[in-house]
Nanobody, 128 residues
Framework: QVQLVESGGGLVQDGGSLRLSCAAS????????MGWFRQAPGKEREFVAG????????DYADSVKGRFSISRDDAKNAVYLQMYSLKPEDTAVYYC?????????????????????WGQGTQVTVSS
């Protein structure tokens, strides 16, 4: 069993930055594919960023490319999402997700159904 706890969310102005952290416990996440998703009020959950089990591959939703960066530190059992140039449309609850069988299939998992473990989320609000 893996527990994921997100932190780092908050209220920021348009154009600001935040760094989200996802702390994992219960098992080492080395070998896990990891991802960040978000869900805005009244909208479906959407993929934001993913990182392969090795950390060698990353990918992003088109809406955040060039502004967000995902990274992992397996020694700390953590994953991060650095967010720059935040926009009001980035306002959402952000969730960290983990897939133990990261070495199977595509290196980046784009669907929420591909992840076994989820955190409870952290709110990000960008004011205009």
């Amino acid at each position: 069993q893996v527990q994921l706890v997100e932190s780092g969310g908050g209220l920021v102005q348009d154009g600001g930055s935040l760094r989200l952290s996802c702390a994992a416990s219960g098992r080492p996440i080395s070998g896990f594919a990891m991802g960040w998703f978000r869900q805005a009020p009244g909208k479906e959950r959407e993929f934001v960023a993913g990182i392969s089990y090795s950390g060698g591959s990353t990918d992003y939703a088109d809406s955040v490319k060039g502004r967000f960066s995902i990274s992992r530190d397996d020694a700390k059992n953590a994953v991060y999402l650095q967010m720059y140039s935040l926009k009001p449309e980035d306002t959402a609850v952000y969730y960290c997700a983990a897939e133990p069988l990261g070495y199977l299939g595509h290196a980046i998992k784009y669907s929420g159904d591909d992840y076994e473990y989820w955190g409870q989320g952290t709110q990000v609000t960008v004011s205009s």
